[in-house]
């Protein structure tokens, strides 16, 4: 059966305001251009004005929205190139932060990788996206804090949360869930035999297959949601 997912979820903090409305823009629910209304954002998450004021900040930093005086806030236009930019900017840093992963994780560390990956395979094998996200986000830190880098870590976190949208938005492609697995699993096995470089490269390659599979989300800067087929 082939059918759009609804990927909005209710709530009443910041942060998940920010995924509902990531989510929304990033997939095509809200189009470039429209306006965001503070008062209907508000009454819709049955907050006050202040949360959503600091939601719109934060979406505004991660290029998804435009804050401008006397306008208010309306969808940004993503053009390829500039999502393409980050992700360059994204793979370059997981490159690095598995390289060190492989090098510096401690065994209990790499112990506890290898445990959470192979019980991710049960979540692709039950098609479980929801769950598989989750289990993708604590993956990606794992490494981010393997590496063992207080600055390396700050600067890949800031940059994957301006991308944390369209890489959500990923897993809505037919056959993506199972390839990301098998991207992470070429990388869980060069850090548990201390190749550096191989997982840095895995690594690397991983965001930017990942990269080219959110392209799908903009066309000329306009994003839509291709339709699934279960």
């Excluded at 997939?27 to 251009?33: A, D, E, N, S, V």
């Amino acid at each position: 059966m082939t059918r759009k997912r609804n990927l909005v979820r209710a709530g009443t903090t910041v942060d998940q305001m920010v995924r509902a409305i990531s989510d929304r823009i990033v997939t095509g629910i809200i189009r470039p251009g429209e306006k965001l209304d503070e008062l209907a954002l508000a009454n819709r998450f049955n907050v006050s004005r202040t949360p959503v004021r600091e939601a719109l900040g934060q979406l505004a930093a991660m290029g998804l929205v435009d804050r401008r005086p006397n306008r208010g806030a309306i969808v940004a236009v993503v053009t390829p190139n500039h999502l393409a930019s980050m992700f360059e900017a994204m793979a370059e840093l997981e490159f690095i932060c598995a390289k060190f992963s492989a090098e510096r994780m401690t065994v209990g560390e790499r112990r506890a990788l290898e445990i959470e990956h192979k019980a991710a395979a049960q979540l692709v094998k039950a098609r479980a996206d929801e769950d598989y996200e989750l289990f993708n986000s604590d993956f990606h830190t794992r490494l981010y804090r393997g590496a063992h880098s207080a600055h390396i870590y700050e600067l890949t976190t800031l940059t994957r949360s301006r991308l944390a949208p369209f890489r959500r938005a990923q897993f809505r492609l037919p056959g993506r869930l199972e390839m990301s697995w098998q991207e992470h699993d070429v990388i869980v096995s060069a850090i548990l035999r201390g190749d550096a470089n191989a997982a840095g490269l895995a690594a690397k390659t991983h965001v930017s297959l990942v990269s080219e599979a959110s392209a799908v989300f903009t066309s000329d800067g306009i994003s839509y949601l291709p339709m699934c087929t279960d």
